[in-house]
């Protein structure tokens, strides 16, 4: 299974930049597909899909989310933070059965 | 609008079998892949298997020997049965929509089971 690794937790202030990073165990691209997909899930809800393959914003999600990365090294950058974006952030892939996802990374205030 | 909804028993004894119906709505469950995912308390997400919209299924090698997905598409309706619990099948239990090979775009509420004599 290919295995995806992420920071536990980050801690970022109000209005600042978060950088959340995921590493795959292996490439997670297809050519110039990148497989590599990013969910929010706030305390108590159920995870919402934020980016899909590396880089498409899925509907309704705020411009400030953005996504990047190619081949095993991916990056969700929320740009300003706001006090909505506390949550947990899990990067998954689905370039082999079954997807994994990653640990997750808590975005805490500073 | 889209929607998934999970419900089973929250409780369920050691050795015993969950069971978990999806309902959804919005969307067919011969258009759509349907997944089981499910998350440990204060842990992360595991993918468990899939219903295709063919009526297919797939599985996590994990959990292949305890686990079986089917459906009722006349009832918009997919099924979950996992045997031979224990403590550690303790968390919620996500049924997803597939809106794109493996990209789940829809999400139920979740389904709390705890398994406990």
């Known amino acids: 299974d290919i295995v995806l690794t992420q920071s536990p937790v980050l801690a970022v202030s109000l209005g600042q930049r978060a950088t959340i990073s995921c590493r795959a165990s292996q490439s997670v691209s297809i050519s110039s597909i990148n497989l590599m997909h990013w969910y929010q899930q706030k305390p108590g809800q159920q995870p919402k899909l934020l980016i899909y393959r590396a880089s498409n914003l899925a509907s309704g999600i705020p411009a400030r989310f953005s996504g990047s990365g190619s081949g095993t090294d991916f990056t969700l950058t929320i740009d300003p933070v706001q006090a909505d974006d506390i949550a947990a952030y899990y990067c998954q892939q689905s370039r082999e059965s079954p997807p994994t996802f990653g640990g997750g990374t808590k975005l805490e205030l500073k | 609008q889209v929607q998934l909804k999970e419900s089973g028993p929250g409780l369920v004894q050691p050795s015993q079998t969950l069971s978990l119906t999806c309902t959804v709505s919005?969307?067919?469950?011969?258009?759509?892949?349907v997944h089981w995912v499910r998350q440990p308390p204060g842990k992360g997400l595991e993918w468990m298997g899939r219903m295709r919209y063919n009526g297919d299924t797939s599985y996590n090698s994990a959990l292949k020997s305890r686990l079986s997905i089917s459906r009722d598409t006349s009832k918009n309706q997919v099924f979950l049965k996992m045997n031979s619990l224990q403590t550690d099948d303790t968390g919620t239990y996500y049924c997803?929509?597939?809106?794109?090979?493996?990209?789940?775009?829809?999400w139920g509420q979740g389904a709390s089971v705890t398994v406990s004599s």
């Open positions: 919005g969307f067919s469950l011969t258009s759509y892949n």
């Open positions: 997803t929509r597939d809106g794109s090979p493996y990209v789940m775009d829809a």
